[in-house]
């Protein structure tokens, strides 16, 4: 079995397969539960800055011990500003419509019968990306409002940052229709 091979038991595919189940539960979730835990991520991301910018402070200090590019440290760094910014995004998809279910096109058949073309999610939503933080975010609130689980893989040197970034997610939408896997 070669090393890129995924075993029954390996996390990746445990993940793989509590993000399908999420998955199943979030696609029927309506728009207003949908929008509502935008804007609780939204509200924790700004009350958890300081919480954000210190686990951010530690991936920054190893980057640089590493010898990290200063473009590339620039691109990990989260201040308080920039958590401020990350909010506003995520509130700003809470304005944008809700594909699900939007019917794209349609037309009647000669014999009465109805068809259309309606958005649904996809279902699970796979991201991998370098060091930008700000990417967990994004990408989780674009999945979320899209009715879409998603699977983040951040880059390593961002690992603390992205760790407090999806505690700070999973803890907003807990208790909510879409349930945190």
């Given at each position: ?7 029954a ?82 509130r ?47 990408a ?10 998603v ?14 970034l ?16």
């Open positions: 079995m070669s090393d890129l091979t995924a075993t038991d390996s996390p990746v595919l445990a993940a793989a397969r509590r993000a399908r189940e999420a998955a199943a539960a979030l696609a029927p979730v309506p728009r207003s539960v949908k929008d509502a835990a935008l804007l609780a991520i939204a509200d924790a991301l700004v009350a958890r800055s300081a919480e954000i910018t210190a686990a951010n402070a530690e991936d920054v200090a190893r980057a640089r011990e590493a010898g990290t590019a200063e473009s590339v440290i620039d691109r990990l760094t989260l201040t308080q500003d920039r958590i401020a910014a990350i909010a506003a995004d995520v700003s998809v809470v304005g944008l419509p809700d594909p699900v279910g939007e019917v794209v096109r349609g037309y009647t058949l000669p014999n009465g019968l109805d068809v259309r073309q309606v958005r649904v999610p996809l279902g699970v939503v796979g991201i991998i990306y370098e060091a930008r933080p700000n990417v967990t975010v994004d989780a609130a674009l999945c979320l409002k899209s009715g879409n689980a699977l983040l893989r951040g880059s390593g040197s961002a690992y603390r940052s992205n760790t407090a999806v505690e700070v997610l999973r803890a907003a939408v807990a208790g909510r229709a879409c349930r945190p896997t």
